[in-house]
């Protein structure tokens, strides 16, 4: 039998998906704070109240280490480096600050021309499969920051902590100020 973690705060924060609605649409701040969170949200939205318990645990014990009982279960390609943060974990902090800025976005020419440039890039490297409920998550925050755009394209760069296909349609000012420390022909130097 599962049991969360509580100490542990889940990639992405306390969160629930519920039909693909994140609740709370930022993060909670316990799992107690979210299993009231989605037992409210289904009330206000005349949804059967369930199990709310067990559906929450069972949602935060995907990602790995959330649980006892689970470790052993997870597939995890990714594990942490001393006291840095994982990659994964990097590119789903960036993810979620971007969501809650809510920026505009543009798949044009500039899009295409920047993502070239990250795939012969040797700082980008692929996150998807790195963890299975991350990469899922971070899926799922992406598709939202690039409203619905679906891609194949799974690099990140190393170098920014970002995903290099969504990096690629926002704005350069709300992207990182350094540009001391990517290769030469990095486009992020092009301030
Ligand atoms: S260093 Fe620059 S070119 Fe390389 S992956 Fe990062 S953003 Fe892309």
Redesign the pocket.
């Known amino acids: 039998m599962s049991r969360v973690i509580e100490a542990i705060v889940p990639p992405g924060g306390w969160h629930y998906m519920q039909d693909g609605v994140r609740i709370p649409p930022e993060r909670a701040d316990s799992f107690d704070d979210l299993l009231k969170k989605v037992l409210q949200f289904r009330i206000n939205n005349r949804i059967p109240v369930g199990d709310v318990f067990n559906d929450v645990q069972s949602f935060v014990c995907k990602f790995p280490n959330q649980c006892h009982g689970t470790f052993n279960g997870v597939i995890h390609n990714d594990p942490p480096q001393g006291n840095k943060p994982r990659f994964i974990d990097r590119l789903i902090q960036w993810a979620d600050e971007l969501r809650t800025k809510g920026v505009n976005v543009d798949d044009g020419q500039k899009r295409q021309d920047?993502i070239n440039?990250?795939k012969g890039?040797?700082?980008?490297k692929s996150w998807d499969g790195l963890c299975p409920a991350c990469s899922s998550h971070l899926h799922e925050v992406l598709t939202l920051i690039k409203k619905g755009r679906l891609t194949d394209i799974t690099?990140g760069?190393?170098?920014?902590g970002?995903d290099?296909d969504t990096?690629a349609m926002v704005h350069r000012s709300i992207l990182p100020n350094d540009t001391t420390t990517?290769?030469d022909?990095?486009?992020?130097r092009q301030v």
């Open positions: 920047r440039v990250c890039c040797p700082r980008a690099l760069c190393e170098v920014y970002f290099c990096a990517p290769p022909n990095c486009w992020m």
